[in-house]
């Protein structure tokens, strides 16, 4: 993962089995060390998981999704509203083996 310039901003790869690898900016609060060690489920509502899963496997069959409204968790367990484009790394066969997404926080509004 690399270190985007904005501190609002998160770059991230997965393999397949959907372990999260390298560095989760900032916004989510993970060290590089813990982040290797991060899953779906570490980062996603649990009321997301599915509908999150179901656009994976849609990655399958394009090459790029998105602009997605959604929210991630963060280590403190906060929930935060994000703009998330994800794009599927594919082998020279042509088959899916990591993902890798932009994650942009979602800036808040008061009322």
Do not use: C, F
């Not at 916004?27 to 779906?40: D, F, N, S, V």
């Not at 599927?88 to 509004?109: C, F, I, M, N, P």
């Amino acid at each position: 993962m690399r270190k985007s310039r904005s501190n609002k901003n998160a770059v991230a790869a997965s393999a397949t089995n959907h372990r999260v690898s390298g560095l989760v900016q900032r916004i989510y609060g993970w060290t590089e060390a813990q982040a290797i060690k991060l899953g779906m489920q570490d980062l996603v509502p649990a009321a997301l998981i599915d509908e999150t899963t179901a656009r994976l496997r849609q990655l399958s069959h394009a090459n790029v999704l998105g602009p997605v409204q959604t929210q991630r968790l963060t280590r403190s367990g906060e929930t935060v509203a994000i703009s998330l484009i994800a794009t599927a790394l594919r082998d020279a066969a042509g088959k899916v083996y990591a993902v890798s997404s932009t994650e942009r926080l979602q800036e808040t509004t008061a009322d």
